[in-house]
């Protein structure tokens, strides 16, 4: 048995449960993993308050979290490119991950290098391979842009703003307190827009000389749609990422009065496959880390046992950067 957190209906933190589960032996193409740190992204709470919907059995509930490091102890046939004792991470897969240890699909796990802890990975996979996917995928940047990114000060946000000063691209970055604007700067935020004080479009029209910006990269939703779409120049993309604050319905209509706008709302999931691909990703990331050009240490940790705090503190905007659990 190891220990866990489930939850049987959706709702506040404290449907959160920590309880003694079962975890077998590895099948084909799986393997067994025990966790060294689990990290705790907003998605998870999207699943905790049935936001984004979940299957929770009668007397069975569900798992929580895809995030997490930790080393293989066991491997199941099939499974040839894993052994006993490799660390990994992972950030795809079935939900589970705020668990001690767990049985889970092999296909979706990621060696880690050496050179980079667990402590730092945990705060690299989703976050990390978001960052990726939105600044290389998705709107690729070139270097010498200057795009817009709400919520700079975030687990992903902080990153983020570290990538984007490696690759020349000037961040003008939203926070809601001065507190989060100095940390956002201090990791290569160019410009910070305090949102408790501060208009966001008159300050991207006024440091971008009233031009405004090729891309919005933006993962608050409900609150900032309309000023992304204001603070975007003519045929501009919107690139919705998140509803940390609420979801989004946009009129197509808005978009062509806003200047024949490009809107796309990613999931992570079209943007990873194949394996092959996810570890492209991985390494570019890690490559990253390796050159010292991201440094990403967890901000915030509780114990496993804890998780419904640490999604206290996560929703009500008390965090900067990563938050990780220790099992
Ligand atoms: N599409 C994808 O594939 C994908 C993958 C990973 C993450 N995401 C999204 O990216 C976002 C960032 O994830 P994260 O885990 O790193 O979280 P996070 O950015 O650390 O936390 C959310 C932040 O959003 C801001 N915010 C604005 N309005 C808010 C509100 N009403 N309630 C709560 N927060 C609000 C807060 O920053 P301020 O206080 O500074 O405003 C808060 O700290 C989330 O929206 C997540 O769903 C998307």
């Not at 929580?64 to 897969?93: F, H, M, T, W």
Request: aromatic content about 6%; charged content about 20%.
């Amino acid at each position: 048995m190891v220990k866990a957190i489930r939850f049987y209906e959706t709702g506040g933190p404290e449907v959160l449960k920590y309880e003694d589960v079962a975890v077998g032996e590895p099948g084909p193409g799986q393997a067994r993993v025990r966790h060294s740190y689990i990290a705790l992204n907003f998605i998870d709470i999207y699943f905790r308050t049935g936001r984004y919907p979940l299957a929770l059995p009668e007397g069975a509930g569900s798992g929580l979290g895809s995030d997490a490091v930790g080393v293989v102890e066991a491997v199941g046939p099939g499974v040839d490119y894993l052994q006993p004792g490799d660390r990994v991470g992972y950030l795809i897969g079935p939900q589970g991950a705020y668990s001690q240890a767990r049985v889970m699909p092999a296909e979706v796990l990621i060696p880690l290098p050496d050179g980079i802890s667990d402590r730092t990975a945990a705060t690299l996979m989703m976050k990390g391979m978001t960052a990726q996917y939105l600044f290389r995928q998705v709107y690729p940047l070139k270097g010498g842009e200057t795009i817009l990114y709400h919520a700079a000060a975030g687990g992903v946000g902080l990153i983020a703003c570290q990538w984007a000063r490696a690759l020349g691209v000037t961040m003008i970055g939203t926070v809601s307190t001065d507190e989060k604007a100095e940390i956002a700067k201090a990791n290569g935020c160019a410009h910070t827009i305090v949102t408790s004080r501060e208009n966001i479009v008159e300050r991207v029209k006024e440091i971008t000389n009233g031009k405004g910006v090729p891309v919005v990269y933006d993962s608050v939703g409900k609150d900032t749609l309309m000023d992304s779409l204001d603070c975007l120049q003519p045929r501009g993309h919107f690139v919705s990422n998140g509803t940390s604050s609420g979801s989004v319905v946009v009129d197509s209509q808005l978009l062509a009065q806003k200047g024949s706008i490009w809107m796309t709302r990613p999931a992570m999931v079209h943007y990873i496959h194949p394996r092959a691909h996810m570890l492209d990703m991985a390494r570019e990331l890690f490559d990253h880390v390796l050159a010292g050009d991201i440094v990403s240490e967890p901000q915030q940790t509780f114990a496993l046992a804890d998780a419904a705090e640490a999604h206290r503190a996560l929703e009500s905007r008390k965090t900067t950067g990563s938050t990780v659990l220790v099992p």
